[in-house]
């Protein structure tokens, strides 16, 4: 039966909105999704939980017609359906608001919008639906304005108001805080709250513990593809909802005795550099100053000149004069990528898939693209497969990385797994020098955890390390001091992290 063979007589009033009952989906011989029963009700905000690689993108995808389940049924408002792609979806009433933002920076807020409706929709009057939009949820949005323009905020209330037009009865919202600043995300808080209170669903995703206690009605989590448990989160703590996901208490963070005063091993001075994009954000006489032994935490509104900064230092980008840049008392400017990685630094971008790892690559080869030169993985032209192989399985091993098969490509990993395959990747090198772009980005608690502790002894062993992320909980969590970058300027004075004020306390 499809989606438009549904539209009979009105549910009960007690029927769930959506019901999942014995849902399996399989690929190849990996279960990612295991006889999962979910019942989401009109007007609750439901908390779909689990650690990374447990099955929770999957078993949306289904929900949104990107995947058909192996198994099982769906049934919509106590009818049988089958969703074979996301326009049956729409047809229903689901919308889904995707971790990652899918706008053209070119285009204005009306066309980025006018592209995801039907073709019968009129142009004439889409201001108009925005704007009522907006005035409805507290959404301001300028139709005009370039995307490219926008905060990171700004741009998520355009997916947002996407969906909206479409006048959805289920909203699905994977990881929707990722990239926003708190105030922006209490924000979106204020809009969710609008849409519940219309009696809308809401299937919320997020590895953001507070904010579920803060929204969600109920929660359902997944372990390893199945059902392990519900609850009320709001009668949880995030210990012990972490606990519920993992399935054990997740170690606390800490540093081992007091962060070294040692060598200057990374230091930028006067650097500043256009950015290779488009509308990007010009470095404007950066100068920092990383010790060993110590972390810099770098803090901002996304947007602000991160990513060139990590550019900057890492090499991907060269800066105008060698003395710009410089790794243990040597000028590195003027160097790339693999100049840098020879001299003992290694980098983690914030992008994982298609920067940080090739997605079709296989696990091993992507251990060779950043170790080629330093790893005695190649030589002569030729790749020592077995070590490679033994490299990936260490990194595997030490950060609890799953994965389906021996080496499967990067893009099979779930989006957390890759995360902690890609900062492994670089923490194990052991370097002096380490430069990390959002460390755990999308990750769930205990791998959260796990790339802390592994970046917090990664300093305690001697190295510089420098940690660009917006999570303000987790740099004051790791650093010794804070840096707050705006409109590609660093700020002159840093203030102390978390990590400093408690050892001063002592």
Known sequence: MTAATTLATPPAENTPLVSLRGIVKRFGDFVANDRIDLDIRRGETHALLGENGAGKSTLVKMLYGLLEPSEGAI???????????????????????????????NLTVAENIELVLPKEARRADLAQKIAAISQRYGMALEPDRPVWSLSAGERQRIEIARCLLQDPKLVILDEPTSVLTPQEAEKLFVTLDSLKAEGRALLYISHRLEEVKRLCDRATILRRGKVVGACDPRRESARSLAALMVGQEVAEVKAEGQAANGPERLVAKNLSMRSRETHGVALRDVALTVRGGEVLGVAGVAGNGQSELFAALSGETRADADEEV????????????????????????????????????????????????????????????????????RIVDTFDVRKSGDDPPARTLSGGNLQ???????????????????????????????????????????????????????????????????????????????????????
Do not use: Y
């Open 326 to 393: 410089w790794i243990d008392g040597r000028p590195c400017g003027l160097s790339g990528v693999t100049a840098r990685r020879l001299m003992n630094a290694s980098f983690v971008p914030e992008e994982r898939n298609g920067h940080a790892a090739a997605p079709d690559f296989s696990l091993s080869d992507n251990v060779v693209l950043s170790r080629h030169a330093t790893g005695g993985l190649a030589k002569g032209g030729f790749i020592a497969a077995g070590a490679a192989r033994a490299a990936a399985q």
């Open 75 to 105: 049934t919509w408002e106590g009818r049988p359906i089958r969703l074979t792609r996301p326009d049956d979806a729409r047809a229903l009433g689901v919308g889904m608001v995707f971790q990652h933002f899918s706008l053209f920076d």
């Open 420 to 506: 902690k395959f890609v900062v492994g990747r670089e923490i194990l090198r052991d370097p002096g020098v380490l430069v990390v772009n959002q460390p755990t980005w999308g990750v769930d608690a205990m791998a959260a955890a796990t790339i802390r502790q592994a970046i917090l002894d990664l300093a305690a062993r001697g190295a510089a390390v420098l940690v660009i992320s917006q999570d303000l909980d987790e740099l004051f969590e790791i650093s010794d001091r804070i840096a707050v970058i705006h409109d590609g300027a660093l700020s002159a004075r840093s203030t102390r992290g978390r990590r400093h004020a408690r050892k001063s306390a002592c």
